[in-house]
């Protein structure tokens, strides 16, 4: 009977031995919750960011670590005509040469 | 300089400016306005074909460093023609006269794209690298393009019967290896950045002297060099050039006019190579020279009166022969032949009879007579016992005398070398500098300067442009972006 009584015992003591090593493993878990996500404080005197610029005039701010500003070429219809050689050949007017100057000049 | 077509002008390299060019991130319209449209015309209106013709609004944000100062610099105001045609002409006359210059001057001035971006308009314009910018402008296509009839002829050797400037002969040096950025855009570099660093010149020969010779020569100006001539002559009593430049462009009686249409133009009635040491009318601490180098200006009484009657009527209170460092430096001269080659000789000296065999006798006067030399200084008496007196103290100074001038000449060897071939160079000295006789003169402190220099000087000088573009780019974000 006595016997039968440590067992029981030792069987709790092992028990609760176990629950709080659970509950002792529990606080190491990951902690899966988290707070509600909050709008970042803006600061108004903060430079835009320069990706959103277009302005050439502020286009000097470069991209951290690239060495080149992100302002985006548009003017294609500008630069399509200006790199067409035969199109600037046909389109383009010899100025009238009058040099009436003589002498060094 | 080749004739550029009006295609290609306007002819935009689209690989290399966007693969060089940091401009290239910047839209056209922003820049020169118009429209980006396909009809021509319609993307025409308004367009600005030179952003910086106001370099402050044009180039001035991203630029700050330098823009302000370009737009008040002489290459952009002239106002070094301000300066010498007003000084000749009373207030009431300036109104006129300024009308004249919209027609005859301002077309010369340079704005930052006229370097940078495209020939000077004054040539003819046109991109120089496809719309590139060109952080140091080709010394041909710019520099000398405006600068030519003078400075181009006098440097590149193209005055017949006279060799080029020694350093670019020798040192390959292109202008911006002395006249440096500072300097063209009207920047004193003795001012701190954060403060006005105008350098409020209103005459290239007004305010501090630069380049200086000195720069790179330091050890071979003065006493203290171990040159006897330079020991004796000093650093104050003449410019460099008078012993070491050879005959330049003087010219006279330009007039100006214009055709009905309103097309300006000008004759020069007459200009000769010629030398002459006259005594110094800009004397000051900067140039405190008793004698320099002077030329004869094109200017004449009556050179603007298509614009109206007597308008240089204090024509003489500036001279018309003024001060001038022609760019034809050469270490051995005729004035550099002995020393009788200038004392009591007066071949080289501006005498009053200079004035009348060039026609100019009516120019006897005002100012001129500040400049016009009566005779050639005669030897000093005691010049045997001066020289050997400079000559026991540099020995005793432990100098060598060997450094270069008359006297190392002949210790090398000079003696057969004293003829036509050693005045006029040869055509040893391009390929030789090592083993020329020039290098213990030119060397020291400035072979580090011409070693740097024939680097990038021969790009920008010999018009290598994609090198040049290649090498404008590992600093160009630097520049660009006002870095320092």
């Not at chain 1, 092992?14 to 996500?37: F, K, M, Q, W, Y």
């Amino acid at each position: 009977m006595k016997k039968h009584y440590i067992n029981v015992r030792w069987s709790l003591l092992v028990a609760i031995g176990l629950l709080v090593l659970a509950a002792a493993l529990s606080g190491c878990a990951a902690d899966t919750t988290a707070p509600e996500l909050q709008p970042r404080p803006t600061d108004e005197n903060a430079p835009t960011p320069v990706a959103d610029l277009v302005e050439v005039s502020d286009s000097g701010m470069e991209m951290e670590g690239t060495g080149t500003p992100e302002v985006e070429f548009t003017d294609f219809a500008c630069l399509d005509c200006h790199t067409d050689e035969e199109q600037l050949k046909a389109l383009a007017v010899e100025p009238e040469k009058e040099n009436l100057s003589e002498g060094p000049g | 300089m080749p004739p550029v077509e009006a295609w290609q002008k306007v002819f935009i390299d689209r690989e290399a400016y966007f693969e060089q060019d940091v401009h290239s991130y910047i839209n056209c319209t922003t820049c020169h306005a118009g429209q980006n449209v396909d009809d021509m015309d319609a993307a025409h209106e308004g367009m600005i074909a030179d952003p910086a013709a106001d370099p402050e609004a044009g180039c001035g944000d991203c630029h700050p460093d330098i823009a302000p100062y370009a737009a008040d610099s002489l290459h952009f105001t002239l106002q070094g023609y301000d300066t010498a045609i007003y000084q000749r002409s009373s207030p009431e006359n300036h109104p006129t006269l300024e009308h004249m210059e919209s027609y005859h001057c301002s077309a010369c001035h340079a704005t930052c794209g006229d370097c940078h971006v495209s020939q000077p308009n004054a040539v003819g314009g046109g991109f120089l690298e496809g719309h590139v910018f060109v952080q140091t402008p080709p010394m041909s296509r710019t520099c000398t393009a405006c600068h030519g009839s003078r400075v181009k002829n006098e440097y590149y050797g193209l005055n017949e019967g006279y060799p080029g400037d020694v350093h670019l002969r020798q040192g390959r040096m292109a202008c911006e290896d002395c006249h440096d950025g500072a300097q063209m855009h009207g920047i004193d570099p003795n001012i701190p950045l954060d403060e006005d660093r105008h350098l409020n010149a209103n005459h290239r020969y007004n305010g501090d002297r630069e380049p200086k010779c000195e720069s790179c020569h330091e050890d071979e100006i003065g006493v203290g060099s171990g040159i006897l001539e330079h020991e004796i002559h000093g650093t104050e009593l003449m410019s460099c050039q008078v012993c070491h430049s050879v005959s330049y462009t003087n010219c006279k009686n330009c007039h100006v006019d214009k055709t009905e249409d309103d097309v300006p133009f000008y004759t020069v009635e007459d200009h000769w190579l010629g030398f002459f040491i006259g005594r110094n009318p800009l004397q000051n601490n900067e140039r405190p020279y008793r004698y320099v180098t002077v030329r004869h200006v094109p200017v004449d009484i009556n050179s603007f009166d298509k614009y109206g009657d007597n308008l240089l009527d204090q024509f003489l209170s500036r001279p018309t022969w003024e001060y001038a460092t022609p760019h034809n430096i050469q270490r051995n001269t005729p004035q550099t032949e002995s020393c009788d080659s200038c004392h009591g000789n007066d071949e080289f000296f501006l005498t009053p009879d200079k004035l009348a065999q060039y026609g100019l006798d009516s120019e006897l006067g005002g100012a001129n007579l500040d400049v016009v030399v009566e005779h050639a200084p005669p030897l000093p008496e005691n010049a045997d016992e001066l020289v050997e007196r400079i000559k026991a103290r540099i020995e005793a100074e432990g100098g060598t005398l060997e450094g270069g001038g008359m006297e190392a000449e002949g210790a090398q060897g000079g003696e057969e070398l004293s003829g036509d071939e050693a005045f006029w160079g040869g055509g040893e000295e391009e390929n030789a500098p090592a083993e020329n006789a020039d290098e213990s003169f030119w060397g020291g402190g400035e072979e580090e300067n011409t070693d740097q220099s024939a680097e990038s000087a021969d790009d920008a000088f010999w018009g290598g442009g994609d090198e040049g573009g290649a090498d404008n780019t590992e600093n160009a974000d630097d520049a660009f972006w006002g870095g320092n």
